[in-house]
């Protein structure tokens, strides 16, 4: 999942905040993954303030209590180190969220996507990745063996408010 929408500006480029605006459409993904029954067991989430004000609206809004694994390298992450932060998933997690920063996540999720998914998500990711927007994907094997297309994408959804 890509942050919600952030102030443009801020101290630093850490410290930004979410938009009243970026806090809605977070809460609002939270309950569209939460209608999907999604349930992560394990949460990966960016340092930064915007990420990890939009896991609160998500998981707040989707009832989840977990507590997330903030980690500094997801800020400044490519897709190829992201992937390797996930790789070092626990092993027993079997349901997992990422909350990180563009480009980063639309070329991650692309580049996990085999293709062997459902078509209309994947052409609908492949069009843009705005601020809230998310990608479910299916993996069945080892974290420490994903790799690139090796996970189907199941849904992709923009969380926005009503």
């Not at 801020?10 to 993904?29: F, K, M, N, V």
């Not at 996540?105 to 609908?124: E, I, R, T, V």
């Amino acid at each position: 999942m890509r942050h919600a929408k952030a102030e443009s500006w801020g101290e630093s480029d850490q410290g930004r905040t979410l938009e009243p605006r970026g806090r809605d459409d977070a809460a609002a993904a939270g309950r569209w993954l939460a209608a999907l029954g999604f349930v992560p067991d394990h949460a990966l989430v960016s340092t930064s303030v915007r990420t990890r004000e939009t896991w609160e609206a998500v998981a707040g809004a989707a009832g989840w209590e977990s507590e997330p694994d903030y980690d500094t390298g997801l800020y400044a992450a490519g897709p190829e180190a992201a992937l390797d932060l996930i790789r070092e998933v626990p092993p027993h997690a079997t349901a997992v969220i990422v909350i990180g920063h563009n480009p980063t996540m639309a070329y991650l999720a692309q580049l996990l996507d085999d293709g062997a998914g459902d078509s209309d998500a994947g052409a609908a990711m492949a069009g843009g990745y705005p601020t809230s927007a998310l990608t479910v994907l299916e993996y069945d094997g080892a974290w420490v063996e994903l790799d690139m297309a090796s996970a189907s994408v199941v849904a992709f959804h923009v969380g926005r408010a009503e």
